[in-house]
């Protein structure tokens, strides 16, 4: 026994210092690494709807210099000057931020520059001048047609109209990452149904709730729909729960109606 | 790269692979002794009906069909039965726990009526055999390995009167 | 066509600004619900007959633990400390202070009471939204005061069933094989228990090997095997009045009994020759049908919940796989295709899917699969473990597994475990003793 370990020692090593040694034959070629290519990571940044730039030159000029300004819209009479105002909505908590890892992935960075470029037709000045409003006619029309492409891709809902959120991605993602973390989804639900819940709120302007209305309550009382009834009222808790909503400081006007989608199939399906 | 230096090399390392399958563990020379394959062919959990007639044979995992050390074993007792003929006896049939439980039953009665039917071929009458399943309810080995699993894998024939 | 620009910019301005902010809520958190379970509240003269009757202190707050503990073992709903509660049962089941409740983070309250009228138990009971501060289900009924537990599993099914859409499973009972000894020598005994273990009951003495035990549709019946003067036979046991009875006159081994979900007939294996197929017989005209016949071993079968289908398992083609059949026998077709062998399978009440133990390299796994066989997904894996049974509702396995033993031989036990369709909560079911061949009745009340 004790001589059989000596003599597989010995010839282990002289193993070893034949493969130190480098027998050539045994390299190995070198392997064919593709060049490495530079992803940047672009923020997407938090243009939301400008109200009414003053000319739309202007706005088509900014755009090309390629700035990171925030813009609050507000609604006012068309004879104001265009303001600016850094977001007041609350900042990074890392919640937002994994969130809005997953909202760059849907969004579709266009979309943003679409909606620029859209509100300008608000511009009233501008009317008078027909050649600036045909080309902005013609550009706003493209401009339709790739926005409800794009918003197909992003949203599940089928009812969804062609316009984009009027919440800044920010806005969104602060709101969002408040009901994530309100909303306890029924486990017992059947991952293979269809588990989406619409909601539509009326909002005051702290964020408490007026009214909420489930927009596919008929399906609450149908035979072997069961489960619907008890997503919706998860739903409805949440909301509860997590009153009052995370909404943005201004532009009342433009979220007291707002519209939540509940849909319970990522989560469940794993 | 010259020939003689591919001949070297490829000597070399025709040397090198061959030692190491030399190092094979020792472990395995003595469990070779108590299973070939997967069928285990050992003596200690074996009880004898009589002078040089062992009482039961061996199966590898999922199987009933008898090796030729089996079919030894059951000529040895069909001779020893044929030699008593007021002997009944009831054949046995166990499987290891690594199967579900029914399955496990049914396989014990098929390990049992293999031996039973082999005995017959060799003169013994079928009213003189019984047939029980006992599945994996009665290990004679609780042993958790391979070696513990072969022990349990048999059919063993356990006179009657 | 200069006006008909401007008129189309003017449509486009009132379509935006009637928008609607849509907001896609995909997210959120899968913890269990918080739910504030008040002790039922009786009523003073009950007080003392519940002492007197049951000898039970406090039967308001027994039965409250009852539900507790129910709810936070299916993993779905977390039920909160009663020292935080500020409201008196008796009141809270009359007007919850839903503010007190929402300061404890109660999403769902339970409130109740519970009194003794002509010699019945009575008991009513409500459950609130709390943030909607309004009453989901408000529910009273009556029973035999012994059934008293009971009276906490009904009231768990009823909340779990208005609160996740699935029918419950805690008015049940489970049947399983007690053992003890040594593994070469194990003493099984047929055991039956309430499904949170209280109620233990021994149907046989531990004289004679019983396995794989099985109820009848209406939980009043068990079949079984035993090898009752080392005979190895499917027999049938009254549970009220302890009568056994052997199945048939088989000249041979009979196994794997279960019960036609009509309850009329007991199907099982029938080995002989070394071969095994399945029988039927029937209870009542005790007329034997023969539903398989090939030479291969044909067993642990289990019909769908319709009795149209039999699923079962077979190694005609070379290895354990599981087939699935029309109940005459005819139509016979592989299901199982996967790396390993597959055993003891099991459809769900549901009539969805087949639950199933897979060994491959060496490891057991639970798993189910969809009854063509496809979408196979594997739960659970262990060294060892087999033969899951559905609950009533589809959604909860529960099985069994035994340990490896040391270099001596020791160390050996088999306990019952449950695990959740979506793999979630997988949990030891306590037994006194160690247990194997577990088996779920289905829903004692309806």
Redesign the interface.
């Known amino acids: 026994m004790n001589r059989n370990i000596i003599i597989s020692t010995g010839f282990h090593f002289i193993i070893i210092m034949i493969t130190t040694l480098s027998l050539p034959f045994l390299l190995k070629t070198p392997i064919d690494l593709p060049p490495i290519i530079s992803i940047e990571l672009i923020q997407i940044s938090d243009k939301t709807s400008i109200p009414f730039a003053p000319k739309a030159k202007k706005i088509i000029e900014k755009i090309k210099k390629e700035e990171a300004e925030r813009v609050v819209s507000e609604q006012a009479p068309p004879k104001k000057i265009k303001k600016e105002k850094p977001d007041a909505v609350p900042l990074p908590n890392e919640k937002i931020d994994k969130v809005k890892k997953i909202e760059e992935k849907k969004q579709n960075p266009e979309k943003i520059e679409t909606e620029i470029k859209q509100v300008s037709e608000f511009e009233k000045k501008e009317l008078f001048d027909p050649n600036n409003i045909a080309a902005l006619i013609d550009k706003s029309k493209e401009d339709f047609a790739e926005t409800s492409k794009t918003t197909n891709k992003v949203t599940q809902s089928q009812d969804r109209n062609a316009e984009p959120s009027g919440l800044s991605l920010n806005e969104e993602d602060a709101l969002k990452a408040q009901i994530f973390g309100c909303w306890s989804i029924p486990l017992g639900l059947p991952y293979n149904e269809n588990l989406l819940v619409r909601i539509k709120l009326q909002l005051k302007p702290d964020g408490t709730v007026v009214k909420s209305e489930i927009l596919d309550h008929v399906r609450m009382n149908k035979p072997g729909q069961g489960f619907y009834k008890v997503l919706a009222e998860s739903a409805l808790r949440a909301i509860r729960l997590c009153q009052p909503l995370r909404v943005p400081t201004t532009g009342y006007e433009r979220w007291k109606d707002l519209q939540l989608n509940f849909d319970a199939r990522e989560m469940l399906e794993g | ?1 010259t020939l003689s ?2 001949l070297k ?1 490829t000597f ?2 025709l040397m ?1 692979s061959l ?2 399958t ?2 094979a563990t ?1 472990k395995k020379v003595s469990m070779d002794n108590q299973m070939q394959g997967d069928v285990y062919t050992g003596t200690d959990t074996v009880e004898y009906l009589a002078s040089g007639v062992p009482d039961r044979v061996f199966f590898a995992t ?1 199987e ?1 069909i008898l090796t030729t050390a089996s079919r030894d074993t059951l000529r040895k007792q069909a001779t020893w039965l044929r030699a008593n003929s007021e002997i009944t006896v009831v054949l046995e049939g166990h499987a290891d ?7 496990n ?3 014990g ?2 390990r049992a ?2 031996a039973k ?1 082999y005995l017959m071929t060799y003169g013994v009458s079928a009213s003189r055999i019984s047939v ?3 599945g994996k ?8 390995n391979p070696l ?1 699993w072969s022990k349990n894998r048999r059919s063993v024939t356990v006179k009657a009167n | 066509m200069k006006f008909l620009r401007i008129l189309t910019i003017l449509l486009l301005i009132q379509f935006k600004a009637y928008a609607l902010i849509e907001v896609d809520i995909t997210r959120g958190n899968l913890s269990p619900l918080p739910v504030a379970v008040s002790p039922l509240s009786p009523d003073k003269k009950s007080i003392t007959e519940f002492e007197k009757i049951l000898n039970v202190k406090d039967l308001g707050s027994e039965i409250s633990i009852i539900v507790e503990n129910n709810l936070r073992q299916s993993g779905l709903f977390n039920p909160l400390e009663k020292d935080a509660f500020l409201q008196k049962p008796d009141i809270a089941h009359f007007k919850p202070r839903f503010e007190d409740w929402k300061l404890i983070k109660a999403q769902a309250l339970i409130t109740g009471k519970v009194e003794i009228i002509d010699e019945k138990l009575r008991v009513e009971f409500r459950l609130w939204d709390v943030l909607a501060a309004k009453e989901m289900l408000a529910i009273a009924f009556t029973t035999v005061p012994t059934n008293w537990r009971r009276v906490g599993h009904i009231i768990t099914d009823k909340v779990y069933e208005r609160l996740t859409g699935e029918k419950g499973y805690f008015d049940t009972r489970l049947i399983y094989v007690a053992e003890e000894g040594p593994k070469t020598k194990r003493i099984k005994k047929l055991a039956i228990m309430d499904q949170d273990g209280f109620n233990l009951k021994y149907l046989t003495l531990g004289n004679e090997l019983v396995l794989t035990p099985r109820f009848n549709p209406t939980n009043q019946m068990v079949t079984y095997l035993s090898y009752f003067r080392n005979l190895p036979r499917v027999y049938l046991l009254d549970i009220e009045t302890g009568v056994q009875e052997v199945v048939g006159d088989f000249p041979g081994m009979t196994f794997a009994p279960r019960f036609s979900p009509d309850g009329k007939k007991i199907i099982m294996s029938f080995a002989t020759d070394g071969n095994s197929d399945i029988y039927t017989m029937d209870l009542e005209n005790r007329v034997v049908e023969r539903i398989t016949n090939y030479p291969s071993i044909d067993t642990s079968p289990s019909y769908s919940p319709d009795g149209k289908y039999i699923c079962f398992n077979s190694d005609r083609s070379g290895y354990q796989q599981i087939y699935v059949m029309k109940s005459d026998g005819s139509s016979v077709k592989r299901i199982s295709f996967g790396n390993g062998i597959y055993g003891t399978p099991v459809w769900s009440p549901r009539g969805d899917l087949i639950a199933f133990t897979k060994l491959h390299k060496g490891k057991f796994y639970i798993g189910v699969m969809r009854i063509d066989g496809k979408g196979e997904r594997l739960l659970t894996e262990n060294f060892y473990q087999e033969a899951p049974s559905w609950s009533p509702n589809g959604r909860v396995l529960v099985f069994y597994r035994e340990t490896k033993t040391d270099d001596k031989g020791e160390g050996f036990s088999a306990k019952l475990w449950s695990i959740d369709l979506t793999c979630y909560n997988e949990r030891q079911v306590p037994t006194k003793s160690d247990a194997s061949d577990p088996s779920w009745s289905s829903l004692l009340s309806n």
């Open positions: 790269m230096k591919i090399n070399l390392v090198a030692i190491l030399a190092c020792t999922n009933s726990e690594r199967g579900t439980r029914e399955y039953l049914a396989l009665e098929r009526n293999s039917d029980i399943s006992y309810e009665r290990p004679v080995d609780a042993g958790s513990s």
